[in-house]
Structure formats: C-alpha cells, structure tokens
C-alpha cells in the first residue's frame, strides 16, 4: 500500500511528558502537512513543508511543537509539556505540488489523549 | 471567527433518495473548494473539488455547485446509499497561498438508511 501512513495510531500521555508522532507521506509527493482535529471540528491547519523546507505555521502551532522534514521525505511532529487541551487527533497529509490547487492525501491519524 | 461553516452536523437520508450537504464561507479570496469524506478510524479522503470559475462540477452520483455571490457551496449525492454514510468536509484554499493549505468546516454526518 503507498498511501499516507501515521505512526502510532494512538498515544496516552500524561501532562507535561514530551510525545512524537511520524507521517510517512506517499513517496513521490513533495507537499507534506499537519493538521489537528478536535472532537466535532474538521481538521485545522498546522504546518506544511515543501521537500524538507518548512514554508508555513498556523498560529495554533505554539512554540511547544516542533516539526521536521529532515530529508524531504518522513516528517515528525513533536509536543513539548503536553497539556490536556492537546488532546486531539493529528493528521498528516501529502500531496504533489500543481500548477492548480493540489490534491492532499490524508493519512488514518495519531490520536493523542492527555491525562 | 470560521471562515468556512457547515450549519448542519446532521442529515438522514433514505436510500435512492438525494443527499444535499451545505456549506458557507466568509472569505472572499478562497477560489477552490473541495469535498472530503472520512470514514470512523480513517482520514478523510478526497471526493471531488471545484474551482471558482466554475458553478458546478460532477462526477458520477456527486456533483458539487458554487454560488460565489452568496458565498455558499453545495454537495449533492444521487442516488444516496447506505454505503455514502460517512462525515462530510467542506474545504476552501486560497491558491495564492504558500502550499494551498485548506480549512475546513465542522463537518456533517450524513446518515443514509437502507
């Protein structure tokens, strides 16, 4: 399969433990992007990398996460000091830059709980 | 302050009957929109998309229509199946922007029953 794949699926955490999560994207694609989403919310923006370049953060993202494209392909995701308004599942996404609006590949999700 | 709502977080429809999903937005400079649909335990996937230069675009049982005068899009399935029950995204990007990065609305589930 050469979809999007998250790793892992689900995380417990307790408040203030540092937390990662990986995105593999497909392998051809050079647009990788974060999203969170809230119970009853649809997904919201976070960051986007093109190859390893990280071109754009949401205000959402506070200076408790961190992401990285190291190589242009994987990407993680890191949240320092967890809070329990973190809690949320965390979709990744790729696509292939176009000359229009490009489609984005969503993968199954990281879904975070913080006790 | 949402700048692409979905007022319906519900719809039930019969089998073989149409799904109509509605969707609003506020800002101007969105010019592409799209539908996403997410099965439970899955991200969503693409469904179909449309562009502001056009009003309407179809493929197969979905056709999407774009009122940009009074900044509303509609998804309308038919004829619906149970296999359609799923929540449903409306999106919006604004192609100047850096990676087209979307926002989406709060989703509705449509539920359509055999």
């Known amino acids: 399969d050469t979809g999007v794949s998250q790793d892992p699926r689900h995380k417990i955490t307790k408040r203030g433990q540092n937390v990662t999560f990986r995105c593999d994207p497909i392998?051809?694609?050079?647009?990788l992007y974060w999203y969170r989403q809230t119970l009853g919310q649809g997904p919201e923006f976070l960051t986007y990398?093109?190859?390893?370049?990280?071109?754009?953060k949401s205000r959402l993202l506070s200076d408790r996460f961190s992401a990285e494209r190291p190589k242009g392909s994987f990407s993680t995701l890191e949240i320092q000091r967890t809070e329990q308004g973190d809690s949320a599942m965390y979709l990744c996404?790729?696509?292939?830059?176009?000359?229009?609006?490009?489609?984005?590949?969503f993968g199954p999700g990281t879904r975070l709980t913080v006790l | 302050d949402q700048q692409v709502k979905q007022n319906s977080p519900s719809l039930s429809v019969q089998e073989g009957r149409i799904s109509i999903l509605n969707c609003d937005y506020t800002?101007?400079?969105?010019?592409?929109f799209l539908w996403y649909k997410k099965y439970p335990a899955e991200g969503p996937t693409f469904l179909i998309s449309?562009?502001?230069?056009?009003d309407k675009n179809e493929d197969g049982r979905f056709t999407v229509f774009l009122n940009k005068s009074a900044k509303h899009l509609s998804l309308h399935i038919v004829p619906s199946q149970p296999g359609d029950s799923a929540v449903y995204f409306c999106?919006?990007?604004?192609?100047?922007?850096?990676?087209?990065?979307?926002?989406f609305g709060g989703g509705t589930r449509l539920m359509v029953k055999p």
């Open positions: 449309i562009s502001s230069i056009k």
């Open positions: 392998s051809e694609h050079n647009r």
């Open positions: 800002n101007s400079m969105f010019d592409y």
């Open positions: 996404a790729s696509s292939l830059a176009q000359v229009t609006v490009d489609e984005q590949f």
């Open positions: 999106a919006a990007s604004a192609f100047h922007n850096a990676g087209n990065m979307l926002t």
């Open positions: 990398f093109q190859n390893e370049a990280q071109l754009e």
